[in-house]
């Protein structure tokens, strides 16, 4: 059956084209900076937004029109199948993600729930051997059910933490099996409300417990891929764990698992935590540890994870150029973690939403790779911090100088002359080539 059948493959046709349903920048084979766009860009449709986002809210039932939803229970999950790849192929997107549980309904018990994984595997094994879309990452979801209402790995509840293992060891195989070139980790309701009833120091130890159980388990079944964990600070928990970068990385190097892990890093997360998109990212590239990156933006105006499609060039260029410095990507990739608006509930919307996202993240990658290209910015930083490249500077960096040294110096030269930012030229130079290229 088809789903999009009045939805014709999507295809480049560049920036005087007026068809909607076409990209104007997202060229696949188009070379940027050694690599083709698709190469650099690795985009990847998340199964839950796209197939199983109903559109509901707070304050509002489901609303989407999806051709999919005349099924019910494994009839539904089957159906999915079948319009996730009609829709990757006529966007030609290389990669998808997904939950367990956005692909096949929970059973009566784990066993049922195992069966129903199992038949769907199989059948997305099936559409992928004939496809050219592969599994950028899959992961377990370990918030919605109503076990996980203290968390999943930091459970107050030993038997949730025991079920929460089985669920990621079941889908730890799938992602051998579908050949995945990631496994992420999101602690959805990993954090708590109140320190009131929170051994914290337990639920960190226990934390720490079952993500190495997950690496021992790697090894043990032939898991190649990378190990990814993907911050956020709030919602649905007051304060979680992995609150940012910084927090999660520190996490990993106090118990010793920051070698086998990388960061995901969300665009919307790093808003809820008061940081932008590129200081994440920066912080995770400065310490080896960025991965891969869900593509959306937050608005605002709004203090939740909104998860909208990516349409801001000026955050999405820094973006690129974050990860063009940090040498792009390896395993990872970009995956729209979005949603379209309640509004635009029509199949095709999710076409439009899609194209907006894809042609964002084309136009970006060329203008960072510009920049970097004409170390625009780079001269500028060699610039500011030229004076630690010789004299008293020089002895800093390289490890000769001591709080002794340092005081003679200070003290034989009593001005000290700084040199302007020069923040707002570095801005218009930023919007220059945002325009021009």
């Avoid at 997107?93 to 367990?100: I, N, S, W």
């Avoid at 100088?401 to 034989?412: C, I, M, P, W």
Wanted: net charge negative.
């Amino acid at each position: 059956m088809a789903y999009f059948e009045h939805i014709k493959p999507i295809t480049y046709e560049g920036r005087d084209s007026n068809n909607l349903l076409a990209f104007k920048h997202y060229n696949p084979t188009e070379m940027v900076a050694g690599k083709t766009m698709e190469e650099h860009l690795r985009f990847a449709v998340a199964y839950w937004h796209t197939f199983t986002g109903s559109g509901a809210d707070p304050f509002g039932e489901p609303n989407m029109i999806r051709p999919w939803d005349q099924y019910t229970g494994m009839d539904l999950a089957k159906a999915r199948v079948e319009a996730a790849f009609e829709f990757f192929e006529k966007l030609n997107v290389p990669y998808f993600c997904f939950h367990d549980r956005d692909i096949a309904p929970e059973g009566d018990n784990l066993r049922e729930t195992y069966k129903n994984l199992d038949e769907i595997v199989a059948m997305i094994k099936e559409y992928m051997k004939t496809s050219k879309v592969k599994l950028l990452w899959n992961t377990a979801n370990l918030f919605t059910h109503p076990r996980y209402v203290h968390g999943a790995a930091t459970s107050c509840h030993a038997d949730v933490f025991a079920y929460a293992a089985a669920q990621v060891k079941k889908g730890l195989e799938i992602a051998v099996e579908l050949g995945a070139e990631n496994y992420v980790f999101w602690g959805g309701r990993e954090g708590y409300e109140t320190l009131l009833n929170t051994d914290m120091k337990l639920e960190l130890d226990n934390l720490a417990r079952f993500l190495q159980m997950a690496v021992d388990y790697t090894k043990e079944i032939g898991f190649k891929g990378q190990l990814l964990i993907e911050p956020k600070p709030k919602e649905p928990t007051k304060h979680q764990y992995d609150f940012d970068a910084a927090t999660t990385i520190a996490f990993l190097q106090s118990y010793g698992l920051k070698e086998h892990f990388k960061l995901n890093i969300e665009a919307n997360h790093a808003t809820l935590a008061g940081h932008t998109f590129e200081h994440e990212l920066r912080v995770a590239s400065i310490h080896g540890m960025l991965g891969s990156i869900d593509a959306n933006q937050g608005d605002l105006l709004l203090g939740w994870d909104t998860d909208e499609f990516p349409t801001d060039l000026y955050s999405v260029t820094l973006a690129m150029y974050e990860i063009l410095k940090a040498g792009g990507f390896t395993t990872g990739g970009i995956n729209f973690d979005a949603k379209v608006r309640r509004g635009s509930f029509e199949p095709e919307d999710l076409f439009y939403a899609h194209i907006a996202g894809m042609d964002t993240y084309a136009r970006g990658l060329k203008v960072a790779a510009k920049l970097i290209e004409d170390r625009v910015l780079d001269r500028f930083i060699e610039e500011r911090y030229s004076s630690f490249k010789s004299g008293i500077g020089l002895e800093i960096v390289s490890g000769k100088a001591n709080f002794h040294t340092l005081e003679q110096h200070a003290l034989q030269n009593p001005v000290i002359r700084n040199q302007s930012g020069k923040q707002e030229r570095i801005k218009a130079l930023l919007n220059e080539y945002i325009f021009r290229y």
